[in-house]
């Protein structure tokens, strides 16, 4: 069983910056792939980073160039750099991980971005 907690988040403005972390902890030390996704009122959960065990990442066409993805094997922990964010970025953000076959998901952590 893995679970995944996540931390960071909240009300920010329009060309600001966030920084959402999630850390995964029960008896599974190392996972596959870790990634964040976000969802808005009436929408389906959709990507918007990735990164494999072995460091490749993934992207979203709406963040790429502003959000970054970051990961530190050794502690099963997943960051995400947001910067420049705009009002079409707020959602809840949701952590994912892969131990194949199975994908564990964070309880969500919202990110408002508004002036």
């Known amino acids: 069983q893995v679970q995944l907690v996540e931390s960071g988040g909240g009300l920010v403005q329009p060309g600001g910056s966030l920084r959402l972390s999630c850390r995964a902890s029960?008896?599974?030390?190392?996972?596959?792939?870790m990634g964040w996704y976000r969802q808005t009122p009436g929408n389906q959960r959709e990507l918007v980073a990735t990164?494999?065990?072995?460091?490749?990442?993934n992207y979203a066409d709406s963040v790429k160039g502003r959000f970054t993805i970051s990961r530190d094997n050794g502690r099963n922990t997943v960051n995400l750099q947001m910067n420049s964010l705009k009002p079409e970025d707020t959602a809840v953000y949701y952590c994912?991980?892969?131990?194949?076959?199975?994908?564990?998901w964070g309880q969500g952590t919202q990110v408002t971005v508004s002036s």
């Open positions: 990164i494999t065990r072995e460091g490749s990442t």
């Open positions: 994912n991980g892969i131990l194949r076959p199975d994908s564990y």
């Open positions: 029960g008896t599974i030390f190392r996972l596959n792939a």
